[in-house]
């Protein structure tokens, strides 16, 4: 016992602690003190007095474990229980009620308390929201719990909710790609060889690893010894070679399963048609003509340049054929007649003679040949004109002229 009775003073005792004392270990102390004289015989009395210990607070509460794991199935309902998460306190009175909370924290700009609420009164964790497996697969936070004693003592633990998949979402097929309730078209080569692959099935699914994996099965087909389908990868494929019994149309329905519970599935229907080697090989043979813009901007500008080029270099090589037509070959010059004499090219012709230009003279010499004249022209010294005479038949030339002289007769 912790106690003893130390003398104060003559026949006066005090009790008086001897060990450190707890409350939560012993709350109570039935104390006997007996008194005996010293006479022959002796005589003796006792009394015994309780001692009841007062609590303070001096424990802080205690969780059972100080991390939990909460599993957690998708697709709950808003306000579901979880768990219930309670903390012990020793004390007494007010030094043993607990008030829970959680810890704030944020989690992609999403408070906990938005998430989850929990009971400040007994530790009830609940949902607030129903949560999807594929958007949202954990969760982690603290909750503390703290008593009523002054000054208040408090302690926490870790949550760790873990959302289980469902199996909610049935597999989707995304090859061969096609419309919603379509049929897939598929031409193969009716020559085509044994174990040739003809078409591919590939499905998708977003649940967890368990439920997602997916399997293939042939639901229907049309001649169930022609193809083949290969459960894990989808692979469809030819068992034997096509014969000319074979209709050519084939059509295969597939379906896609899950591995949930229950399982959900899609199906796709693939309609093959067989093409005769015949027509293929005319097909490969023939030559597909490639489609050019031929009216691009850069091959428009081109075109115009180049007929803008063309047309300048013919109009210059017509206007260089016209000149060159016009203009006369050089002549001799002729004597001058002794009754010539120089006039303009516009002026009367006197005397039969008058001065000309290359122009004027051919002119000349035209029409006084059809008159049977013969007709001579003569470069006047140190001028650009002619002195041109027109001379009867019946006249000669004189030979006393100072420069040679060209005489022109038809």
Same mark, same amino acid.
Request: aromatic share 8%; hydrophobic share 35%; charged share 20%.
């Given at each position: 016992?912790?106690?003893?009775?130390?003398?104060?003073?003559?026949?006066?005792?005090?009790?008086?602690?001897?060990?450190?004392?707890?409350?939560?270990?012993?709350?109570?102390?039935?104390?006997?003190?007996?008194?005996?004289?010293? @006479? %022959? $015989? /002796? !005589?003796?009395? =006792?009394?015994?007095?309780?001692?009841?210990?007062? *609590?303070? +607070? #001096? &424990?802080?509460?205690?969780?059972?474990?100080?991390?939990?794991?909460?599993?957690?199935?998708?697709?709950?309902?808003?306000?579901?229980?979880?768990?219930?998460?309670?903390?012990?306190?020793?004390?007494?009175?007010?030094?043993?009620?607990?008030?829970?909370?959680?810890?704030?924290?944020?989690?992609?700009?999403?408070?906990?308390?938005?998430?989850?609420?929990?009971?400040?009164?007994?530790?009830?964790?609940?949902?607030?929201?129903?949560?999807?497996?594929?958007?949202?697969?954990?969760?982690?936070?603290?909750?503390?719990?703290?008593?009523? @004693? %002054? $000054? /208040? !003592?408090?302690? =926490?633990?870790?949550?760790?909710?873990?959302?289980? *998949?469902? +199996? #909610? &979402?049935?597999?989707?097929?995304?090859?061969?790609?096609?419309?919603?309730?379509?049929?897939?078209?598929?031409?193969?080569?009716?020559?085509?060889?044994?174990?040739?692959?003809?078409?591919?099935?590939?499905?998708?699914?977003?649940?967890?690893?368990?439920?997602?994996?997916?399997?293939?099965?042939?639901?229907?087909?049309?001649?169930?010894?022609?193809?083949?389908?290969?459960?894990?990868?989808?692979?469809?494929?030819?068992?034997?070679?096509?014969?000319?019994?074979?209709?050519?149309?084939?059509?295969?329905?597939?379906?896609?399963?899950?591995?949930?519970? /229950?399982?959900?599935?899609?199906?796709?229907?693939?309609?093959?048609?067989?093409?005769?080697?015949?027509?293929?090989?005319?097909?490969?043979?023939?030559?597909?003509?490639?489609?050019?813009?031929?009216?691009?901007?850069?091959?428009?500008?081109?075109?115009?340049?180049?007929?803008?080029?063309?047309?300048?270099?013919?109009?210059?090589?017509?206007?260089?054929?016209?000149?060159?037509?016009?203009?006369?070959?050089?002549?001799?010059?002729?004597?001058?007649?002794?009754?010539?004499?120089?006039?303009?090219?516009?002026?009367?012709?006197?005397?039969?003679?008058?001065?000309?230009?290359?122009?004027?003279?051919?002119?000349?010499?035209?029409?006084?040949?059809?008159?049977?004249?013969?007709?001579?022209?003569?470069?006047?010294?140190?001028?650009?004109?002619?002195?041109?005479?027109?001379?009867?038949?019946?006249?000669?030339?004189?030979?006393?002229?100072?420069?040679?002289?060209?005489?022109?007769?038809?």
């Amino acid at each position: 016992m912790p106690f003893k009775l130390r003398e104060s003073s003559d026949n006066y005792y005090e009790l008086v602690v001897s060990e450190p004392l707890d409350r939560e270990k012993v709350p109570e102390y039935d104390i006997t003190f007996t008194v005996t004289d010293r @006479g %022959s $015989p /002796p !005589l003796s009395d =006792n009394e015994t007095m309780t001692l009841e210990l007062l *609590d303070v +607070n #001096d &424990n802080v509460p205690q969780f059972p474990q100080s991390f939990y794991t909460i599993r957690v199935m998708e697709n709950n309902a808003p306000g579901a229980l979880l768990s219930s998460l309670t903390a012990f306190d020793p004390d007494l009175h007010e030094n043993q009620y607990l008030v829970y909370f959680i810890i704030e924290k944020e989690i992609a700009s999403t408070s906990m308390s938005m998430l989850f609420s929990i009971n400040p009164e007994n530790g009830n964790l609940y949902a607030l929201k129903t949560f999807d497996y594929e958007i949202e697969k954990e969760f982690l936070f603290h909750i503390e719990a703290r008593d009523s @004693g %002054s $000054p /208040p !003592l408090g302690s =926490n633990m870790t949550v760790h909710i873990i959302i289980v *998949d469902q +199996n #909610d &979402n049935a597999p989707v097929i995304v090859s061969p790609w096609r419309a919603h309730g379509s049929v897939v078209e598929e031409n193969i080569p009716r020559s085509t060889d044994k174990s040739s692959l003809v078409a591919k099935v590939i499905a998708l699914d977003a649940d967890s690893v368990h439920n997602s994996r997916i399997t293939y099965q042939i639901l229907q087909v049309t001649d169930a010894t022609l193809f083949s389908l290969d459960q894990y990868n989808g692979e469809i494929r030819t068992m034997r070679m096509f014969s000319s019994r074979d209709p050519r149309h084939q059509r295969l329905v597939v379906v896609a399963k899950d591995n949930g519970e /229950p399982a959900l599935s899609a199906t796709v229907t693939i309609k093959l048609s067989t093409v005769e080697t015949a027509v293929k090989a005319y097909s490969d043979m023939t030559e597909v003509p490639l489609e050019y813009d031929i009216f691009s901007d850069l091959n428009l500008y081109l075109v115009i340049g180049l007929g803008s080029v063309s047309f300048l270099l013919l109009i210059t090589i017509l206007v260089t054929i016209v000149i060159k037509c016009q203009k006369p070959n050089p002549s001799k010059a002729a004597p001058p007649s002794r009754n010539s004499v120089i006039s303009d090219r516009n002026s009367t012709i006197g005397d039969n003679t008058l001065v000309s230009n290359d122009a004027y003279w051919y002119s000349l010499f035209l029409a006084e040949t059809r008159k049977g004249k013969l007709v001579v022209r003569q470069p006047v010294p140190k001028g650009s004109r002619y002195i041109v005479s027109s001379i009867p038949r019946s006249t000669g030339l004189t030979d006393t002229s100072d420069s040679a002289a060209s005489t022109l007769q038809v």
